[in-house]
């Protein structure tokens, strides 16, 4: 058991470009999450998969914020036309179905959009 | 609508010094309520979870308790790498899978 990981850990990008964060989860966890987090804030659920299927969808991810989980295996969350508001820390988690307990969550990609 | 609100925002104690962490909520049914710890830069790790009011469970120099309204972060005679953000999530029994947080308080324990 390797944790979650999250790749890259931290990406500056100039406003108006498109980024990539990808996820990995836990190997025996079905269910997959993303939140952001800013600063001195709690995280916000964005969104998560079970398998391949994405079950729900915050209102907090507008028409530029696209995730998939293709196999039901790792994940990418795409931020479209950046803007400076989308600069946060995005947080991947992941649990099996079976188990209410705590999410394990990976040490998260620092958005930063310049 | 679901709601987590943590009390105080920012706490500093002196090494040794006991203290509690608030977590208020109202949620459409409980089905369970997480405490993690935060240090900077990293994920939230988790250090419990609760899932009726009268539950307490204890780790080390933490403990948490849960009632039907809010839940308690008991630090008894904390050190200083107790210093980190502490986190409150609630589960909706409605939902199956999403996390409603607090904004946190973070603690910082002095030598």
């Given at each position: 058991?390797?944790?979650?990981?999250?790749?890259?850990?931290?990406?500056?990008?100039?406003?108006?470009?498109?980024v990539t964060f990808r996820c990995d989860p836990?190997?025996?966890?079905?269910?997959?999450?993303?939140?952001?987090?800013?600063?001195?804030?709690?995280?916000?659920?964005?969104?998560?998969?079970?398998?391949?299927?994405?079950?729900?969808?915050?209102?907090?991810?507008?028409?530029?914020?696209?995730?998939?989980?293709?196999?039901?295996?790792?994940?990418?969350?795409?931020?479209?036309?950046?803007?400076?508001?989308?600069?946060?820390?995005?947080?991947?988690?992941?649990?099996?179905?079976?188990?209410?307990?705590?999410?394990?969550?990976?040490?998260?990609?620092?958005?930063?959009?310049? | 609508?679901?709601?987590?609100?943590?009390?105080?925002?920012?706490?500093?104690?002196?090494?040794?010094?006991?203290?509690?962490?608030?977590?208020?909520y109202t949620v459409s049914g409980l089905r369970?309520?997480?405490?993690?710890?935060?240090?900077?830069?990293?994920?939230?790790?988790?250090?419990?979870?609760?899932?009726?009011?009268?539950?307490?469970?204890?780790?080390?120099?933490?403990?948490?308790?849960?009632?039907?309204?809010?839940?308690?972060?008991?630090?008894?005679?904390?050190?200083?790498?107790?210093?980190?953000?502490?986190?409150?999530?609630?589960?909706?029994?409605?939902?199956?899978?999403?996390?409603?947080?607090?904004?946190?308080?973070?603690?910082?324990?002095?030598?």
């Amino acid at each position: 058991d390797t944790g979650v990981s999250q790749d890259p850990r931290h990406k500056i990008t100039k406003r108006g470009q498109n980024v990539t964060f990808r996820c990995d989860p836990i190997s025996e966890h079905n269910r997959l999450y993303w939140y952001r987090q800013t600063l001195g804030q709690g995280p916000e659920f964005l969104t998560y998969f079970q398998n391949e299927a994405q079950l729900e969808k915050s209102r907090l991810l507008s028409d530029r914020f696209s995730a998939e989980r293709p196999k039901g295996s790792f994940s990418t969350l795409e931020i479209q036309r950046t803007e400076q508001g989308d600069s946060a820390m995005y947080l991947c988690a992941s649990s099996r179905r079976d188990r209410v307990d705590g999410y394990t969550f990976g040490s998260g990609t620092r958005l930063t959009v310049v | 609508e679901d709601q987590v609100t943590q009390s105080p925002e920012a706490l500093r104690l002196q090494e040794g010094e006991s203290s509690s962490l608030n977590c208020s909520y109202t949620v459409s049914g409980l089905r369970g309520l997480f405490w993690y710890r935060q240090d900077p830069g990293k994920g939230p790790e988790f250090l419990f979870t609760l899932y009726s009011a009268g539950e307490e469970k204890e780790k080390e120099r933490l403990k948490a308790t849960l009632t039907k309204k809010e839940s308690f972060l008991h630090i008894t005679a904390p050190k200083p790498e107790d210093s980190a953000t502490y986190l409150c999530a609630v589960q909706a029994a409605s939902n199956t899978g999403k996390l409603i947080f607090g904004q946190g308080t973070t603690l910082q324990v002095k030598p």
